[in-house]
T-cell receptor
Framework: DAGVIQSPRHEVTEMGQEVTLRCKPISGHNSLFWYRQTMMRGLELLIYFNNNVPIDDSGMPEDRFSAKMPNASFSTLKIQPSEPRDSAVYFC???????????FGPGTRLTVL | GESVGLHLPTLSVQEGDNSIINCAYSNSASDYFIWYKQESGKGPQFIIDIRSNMDKRQGQRVTVLLNKTVKHLSLQIAATQPGDSAVYFCAELGQAGTALIFGKGTTLSVSS
């Protein structure tokens, strides 16, 4: 099993640019989560989906952030426009069923200059 | 104003010692708990879990203890090795179908 796949692994961009992070969950998993990790705030939940439907997006910082899950095998997290304070490691995780653990991808390290 | 960084609790042990990492969880209704290990530059990795109908569960070199009375979770690592050096997070599931709630993490440093 390939595990959760994220791309890119590293992204460096300039303030104001659009950034798109991608995630492929583990096949058969029906929940997908986006987290952000920084030294200041630790691991923060941004949004999660059950069966491709967004359930809780209360962690999305502001309207500059949006997430989609068009099918069971793909999700994107988009930041437009990006700002330096968005610099962080973004993790995607998936879960096979509602009472099981979450499996994390390797993360995307985003740097906004 | 001055910004303050997140200070993770740290635990420093010698190789071969037993390590105990503690966690206080918040929701008395939570019925599923997990410990994760995060190495530098990697995502959190599942170590061991426990359901609320148990108070102890053992894995390979790791044991998780759950005390629901005081809402306390601990991870014991036997014969700690340098490869165990990482940040350890506890997580709880308050309600089926929701997202895990993560603790702040503890940094374990193992010296040989």
């Amino acid at each position: 099993d390939a595990g959760v796949i994220q791309s890119p692994r590293h992204e460096v961009t300039e303030m104001g640019q659009e950034v798109t992070l991608r995630c492929k969950p583990i096949s058969g998993h029906n929940s997908l989560f986006w987290y952000r990790q920084t030294m200041m705030r630790g691991l923060e939940l941004l949004i999660y989906f059950n069966n491709n439907v967004p359930i809780d997006d209360s962690g999305m910082p502001e309207d500059r952030f949006s997430a989609k899950m068009p099918n069971a095998s793909f999700s994107t997290l988009k930041i437009q426009p990006s700002e330096p304070r968005d610099s962080a490691v973004y993790f995607c995780a998936s879960r096979p069923d509602p009472t099981d653990t979450q499996y994390f991808g390797p993360g995307t390290r985003l740097t906004v200059l | 104003g001055e910004s303050v960084g997140l200070h993770l609790p740290t635990l420093s042990v010698q190789e071969g010692d037993n390590s105990i990492i503690n966690c206080a969880y918040s929701n008395s209704a939570s019925d599923y708990f997990i410990w994760y290990k995060q190495e530098s530059g990697k995502g959190p990795q599942f170590i061991i879990d426990i359901r609320s109908n148990m108070d102890k569960r053992q894995g390979q070199r790791v044991t998780v203890l759950l005390n629901k009375t005081v809402k306390h979770l601990s991870l014991q690592i036997a014969a700690t090795q340098p490869g165990d050096s990482a940040v350890y997070f506890c997580a709880e599931l308050g309600q089926a179908g929701t997202a895990l709630i993560f603790g702040k993490g503890t940094t374990l440093s193992v010296s040989s």
